[in-house]
């Protein structure tokens, strides 16, 4: 509880911070294209396999670091054949904050935070009991549930580029009853704009 | 955790940063509704109420006078009242507002003449913003759901879990249009939740089982409003037609248990006032229509219980320089049937207050009413004065005696005694004699409000209320197994008897505006009764000891804002349950593998921890709101027969043009 209540005390510093340094709030406007393996072992990842995902965001500057908001598809099928034919697809939407320091030039670090919601659907849903007896009562082939995700990414952008790579690790968790971990590994590359008039008025 | 939270709220208030905030018990300038999803979470908003729920989503409000088993507080929307109370049920999501849309409200716990109305257990009035000239269209969305979701593990037989509640989606539009004069505005709203938890769901589900289907066990209200007003310098014109349909769960006491129900409401309302110097004549006409119908279910159970009541109301204010005298009447005129049975009911109602600044520093209040029926009569009156002693500290006296007909108890008992034969439908046994008094109660109370700093105001106030008569409902239900279905309450034989007893209430409250961008509260809320009959300990045992919430907002930016809340609960001990206690429900049949949960009589207290960011685009027209609620995880339960609230996420997007 300690610790829950330090990182939430810590969250709301740097929110309070972020009043301060308001400085080149909406001027770069970044998209960010990655794939990413999962490298994490525990129970969820001993029994689904999964693909490799691909992860599409954008990120903002905003006052001390980067708002950002994004969606990752990974696709996850039964590795133990005791579950039948669990298979499912996670569409992963979130948004989130992050701060990037400058390790050397043209070279940053970016710890973050993401929140959002993990939508699962289910190829075959399941059906209780599974004889298809009397009142059968099948599940609902589409679940969504709250996830969290903690992500450092590191990025090179060479010279004046716009263009620039990135690599990173992501530790995501989804809660569920049984919550789902995953740790990801990403490569992909960003594009930066200077933003549009039209976009920074809206997210102004 | 709560000796680190009061470290960090003396810390802050010992900090001499400047700008003043004032509190009021009566009345709350502002509202953050960044935390709050739908308008029922507004009664958690004020410090002397408390609220509980079975599912969530509905809730039975206690104001301090009546206990969660009395008359429902009288709720305004912009100064009308509207009545959607049903046998002491009522459900805020019929109201066809947006939560975003309500900028600041005002209640009272006291039962007085509010707005040309009986306020019996006090009163709650949602004040909407007056529509912008021109044309402007609003629209806000909603969703949210609780953790712990079976997820991919529900094909594994050990591990399965029934699916967690989902709140939402909400759907909210409107549009207005003002000229200079004049305005109209349209105003729709669709509300569902469903009801997932194990703790309610193995009953309410087990009415879904209809035609050898199973079908969804959900909430869904529909509420639709359309207004026009003319205002000028003197004139003060509204009319109003608004409408709401529930289909809902309704958590009926007399019988331990939802009953599954279609609840509907209609209103028509004309209001007019006129201003003339120092004179003020308001008139208003209201008719109400409320009815509860059958609503699909395997039981065959069915309210069939419908009222249309006509209100008139006439009242006259007179101001001068130091003085403000208000008087008036209202006659309501119902006509009520269920079942068997056809009721007429006529009841005047009398009132006045007095306004007197006998000093610049002195005031006097005084208020009078009196409801007539048929057969018997109620009266109450209150006297206070208030005294400004320095230019910080005001002290505030009151005397209060109050009485209620059992006809405005809005108990079931009441048309159970004209012929209403829900009771025996539901196999619910009658305890005769059953109580027809008056409750009557009397109460005296001290109010301090200290100016500490320029920056920070704190509050207390004491209260000593005697209830010479409480009419209580008591229904100690049965455990009753049923095989293949599992193990649900029955009801037995229903008392209402009238209790006598003692309670002291005490409420603190520290506040403090730090500057534009940060500020924050602290409330704590006791309650204990004294003395009383066995009846009337055991029925405020529902009622938690103590209460304590802390609030923290801070906006760093003009266009982003953080808020904190956190409530803690002392426990509370529902003693109509006893029979349950210890016992092990299971889940639905269907949902196999089985699931299992234990019936306590007592809820656990808890710390309630809920945090939201609000981020506004294009110019403040869109707000963008992510709420984490209960943040740590605990297990929130108001209710023996309640959800355990666990850990949500809400999203809210609203747009403005």
């Known amino acids: 509880m300690i610790k829950k209540v330090v990182i939430l005390g810590?969250?709301?510093?740097?929110?309070?911070?972020?009043?301060?340094?308001?400085?080149?709030?909406y001027e770069r406007f970044t998209v960010d294209a990655n794939s990413a393996v999962s490298v994490l072992q525990n129970a969820f990842t001993d029994n689904w396999e999964s693909s490799p995902s691909l992860h599409l965001g954008t990120r903002v500057t905003y006052h001390a670091g980067n708002l950002e908001a994004g969606l990752r598809y990974t696709d996850y099928n039964v590795a133990n054949p005791d579950y039948g034919e669990a298979d499912f697809s996670s569409y992963f939407i979130y948004i989130g904050w992050e701060y990037p320091f400058t390790l050397y030039r043209g070279l940053t670090l970016a710890p973050g935070l993401r929140f959002g919601n993990n939508f699962i659907s289910f190829d075959n849903p399941k059906v209780y009991p599974p004889t298809n007896g009397w009142a059968a009562y099948p599940f609902d082939p589409h679940e969504s549930e709250f996830a969290y995700e903690l992500i450092a990414r590191l990025e090179y952008s060479p010279g004046n580029s716009p263009w620039r790579i990135h690599s990173g690790f992501a530790y995501n968790r989804t809660l569920t009853y049984h919550p789902l971990s995953v740790g990801l590994i990403s490569f992909g590359i960003s594009r930066s704009f200077a933003t549009p008039s039209w976009l920074k008025n809206f997210l102004q | 955790m709560i000796r680190l939270l009061l470290s960090i709220l003396v810390f802050l208030c010992c900090l001499p940063?400047?700008?003043?905030?004032?509190?009021?018990?009566?009345?709350?300038?502002?509202?953050?509704?960044?935390?709050l999803i739908n308008p029922n979470d507004l009664l958690h908003t004020i410090p002397e109420w408390d609220a509980v729920t079975t599912d969530g989503f509905t809730y039975r409000v206690n104001t301090g006078l009546y206990g969660f088993y009395g008359p429902q507080p009288t709720i305004y929307l912009d100064?009308?009242?509207?009545?959607f109370s049903f046998f002491n049920w009522q459900n805020l999501n019929m109201l066809p507002s947006s939560i975003e849309q309500i900028s600041r409200i005002s209640y009272s716990s006291e039962p007085r003449v509010y707005n040309q109305t009986l306020s019996r257990a006090g009163y709650l009035n949602l004040h909407t913003p007056r529509p912008d000239s021109g044309l402007s269209v609003y629209g806000s969305f909603t969703v949210g759901n609780q953790i712990e979701d079976p997820g991919p593990w529900s094909y594994d037989s050990s591990k399965v879990t029934p699916n967690i509640d989902r709140r939402g989606p909400h759907y909210f539009s409107g549009f207005a249009y003002r000229s200079s004069g004049w305005y109209a505005r349209g105003q729709f709203s669709l509300r569902q939740h469903q009801p997932t938890n194990l703790n309610n769901h193995h009953r309410i589900g087990n009415y879904s089982y209809v035609d050898n289907v199973w079908h969804a066990v959900k909430t869904t209200v529909t509420n639709g409003l359309a207004e026009i007003g003319y205002q000028s310098d003197r004139w003060n014109i509204r009319a109003r037609g608004l409408s709401s349909n529930n289909e809902e769960y309704v958590f009926f006491q007399p019988f331990g248990r939802e009953v599954p129900s279609l609840t509907g409401y209609r209103q028509l309302a004309v209001q007019a006032a006129r201003e003339s110097g120092p004179w003020k004549v308001s008139g208003r006409y209201l008719a109400h229509r409320k009815f509860m119908d059958y609503r699909l279910n395997n039981k065959g159970y069915d309210f069939d219980w419908q009222q249309l009541s006509h209100h008139f109301s006439l009242s006259s204010r007179y101001r001068q320089h130091n003085m403000r005298f208000r008087s008036g009447a209202s006659l309501e005129i119902s006509d009520t049937r269920g079942l068997q049975m056809e009721s007429q009911q006529v009841v005047a109602t009398l009132f006045g207050s007095l306004h007197a600044r006998l000093h610049a520093r002195h005031t006097l209040d005084a208020d009078l009413n009196v409801d007539i029926a048929a057969r018997e009569t109620a009266a109450s009156f209150s006297l206070s004065s208030r005294h400004q002693l320095t230019d910080g500290w005001t002290v505030e006296g009151d005397i209060d005696y109050d009485e209620l007909l059992y006809y405005r108890q809005q108990s079931s008992t009441?048309?159970?005694r004209h012929g209403y034969t829900l009771y025996s439908q539901l196999g619910i046994g009658i305890d005769t004699p059953i109580s027809s008094q008056r409750n009557r109660a009397g109460s005296i109370q001290l109010t301090n409000r200290i100016r500490l700093a320029p920056s920070t105001s704190f509050h207390f106030k004491g209260q000593a209320l005697h209830h010479y008569a409480?009419?209580?409902?008591?229904?100690?239900v049965?455990?009753?197994?049923?095989?293949?279905q599992g193990l649900y309450t029955q009801p037995q034989d229903l008392e209402f008897t009238s209790e006598e007893g003692n309670r002291f209430n005490l409420r603190l409250g520290l506040s403090q505006q730090l500057n534009s961008r940060l500020s924050h509260q602290f409330n704590v809320m006791m309650q204990y009764t004294l003395s009383g009959t066995n009846r009337y300990r055991s029925y405020w045992q529902q009622t938690p000891q103590n209460r304590m919430t802390y609030e923290f907002n801070i906006q760093p930016a003009s266009d982003l804002s953080f808020s904190l809340l956190t409530a803690y609960r002392s426990s509370s001990q529902w003693k109509e349950y006893q029979n349950l206690d210890g016992k092990r429900?299971?889940?639905l049949q269907p949902q196999y593998p089985l699931q299992y949960g234990t019936f306590r009589t007592r809820t656990p207290s808890f710390l309630k921890v809920d945090i939201t960011a609000k981020k506004w685009f294009w110019n403040q027209r869109l707000a963008t709101t992510f709420s984490v609620r209960n943040l740590l995880n605990t297990e929130v339960r108001y209710h023996t027969l309640g959800l355990d609230k666990a850990l949500q996420f809400v999203i809210k997007a609203s747009l403005t043009l």
Do not use: C, M
């Not at chain 1, 740097?14 to 308001?22: H, N």
């Not at chain 2, 509190?23 to 935390?35: F, M, V």
């Open chain 2, 414 to 416: 009441y048309w159970y």
């Open chain 2, 478 to 484: 049965a455990l009753h197994e049923q095989q293949f």
């Open chain 2, 585 to 587: 429900y299971r889940s």
């Open chain 2, 17 to 35: 940063w400047q700008s003043t905030a004032q509190y009021s018990a009566e009345k709350r300038d502002s509202l953050n509704t960044s935390i």
């Open chain 1, 10 to 25: 810590f969250f709301l510093f740097l929110a309070a911070r972020a009043g301060y340094t308001q400085e080149g709030s």
């Open chain 2, 79 to 83: 100064d009308i009242p509207i009545d």
């Open chain 2, 470 to 476: 409480l009419n209580i409902p008591w229904q100690v």
